[in-house]
């Protein structure tokens, strides 16, 4: 199979290429317009296009909306646009402003930030546009730097890094080992079109998270309460009835230490 790889250089792309070994690399598609974005898979045309390039954070997508407009909607809708599957990862931002406290599944959503405003209509019309789309709603992200390429901030290196860090007791919220976001993703691929929570469950609180791994690696670090926060508390069994199964948060932590030697 001929697969097409956006931000092949970003943090979760460029694990995905190391995974993948024979995938195709695509250029920036940064600023690019409808007809540049659809003449390059009419030029590569692959059998499946992953597609990781998005703009991420939060608050620079609340400063710049119409920069987060046109990468998080319009690049992975004319993507879904060309007919050829297309894997797509979305966010557990959805969830952001939900009503209950969770876990989440996919029907519940109400986000409560513009990336995730953006990222939820990105899934509505990339569906609507190619019904065999596969939106992957995934969890924040954690590794260890990766040899020459850019690390962005994650909660095992914060938590390695940091003197003191703040975390809530009440928020409940999944973090997911990269590298086997990675590694699922040839399942991914084989998914039905629709939209999947996408990573790793867990039953602990952010803080009680922090405070297993500052145990684990005998961190001396400082973990402070960071007040109420609201849950991102995902429900993943759709995904895992298709046979995509994650470790959970606490088992994918112990794993990513073992693949690192972490422990002294």
């Not at 097409?4 to 995938?23: C, H, K, Q, W």
């Not at 007809?35 to 400063?63: F, G, M, N, W, Y």
């Not at 809530?168 to 699922?184: D, G, I, K, M």
Request: glycine residues 6%; aromatic residues 8%; negative net charge.
């Amino acid at each position: 199979m001929k697969i097409l790889v956006t931000g092949p250089n970003g943090f979760v792309g460029a694990r995905i290429m190391s995974e993948l070994g024979d995938a195709i690399p695509a250029p920036s598609l940064r600023g690019a317009d409808e007809d540049t974005t659809k003449r390059l898979v009419d030029t590569v045309r692959p059998d499946c296009i992953i597609h990781t390039a998005a703009i991420s954070d939060i608050q620079t997508c609340e400063q710049n909306a119409d920069a987060s407009y046109h990468a998080n909607v319009r690049i992975p809708v004319w993507l879904a646009e060309t007919g050829v599957k297309t894997v797509i990862f979305s966010t557990d931002q959805v969830y952001s402003g939900c009503d209950s406290d969770g876990p989440y599944t996919e029907e519940e959503v109400k986000p409560a930030n513009l990336y995730a405003r953006h990222k939820l209509e990105m899934e509505q019309r990339a569906l609507e546009a190619c019904p065999d789309t596969v939106l992957l709603r995934a969890t924040w992200m954690y590794d260890m730097p990766m040899y020459g390429y850019p690390n962005r901030g994650n909660f095992l290196c914060n938590m390695l890094l940091k003197p003191e860090i703040a975390f809530s007791s009440t928020q409940h919220r999944a973090v997911t080992y990269v590298r086997e976001v990675a590694a699922q993703i040839r399942n991914a691929v084989l998914l039905p079109g629709g939209i999947y929570n996408y990573g790793s469950e867990n039953d602990l609180t952010m803080m009680e998270t922090a405070c297993l791994l500052k145990k684990e690696l005998a961190l001396r670090i400082d973990i402070r309460d960071a007040g109420p926060r609201h849950n991102l508390w995902m429900d993943c069994s759709k995904a895992r009835n298709h046979g995509v199964d994650f470790h959970n948060t606490v088992d994918g932590l112990r794993q990513c230490i073992n693949d690192y030697n972490l422990k002294y």
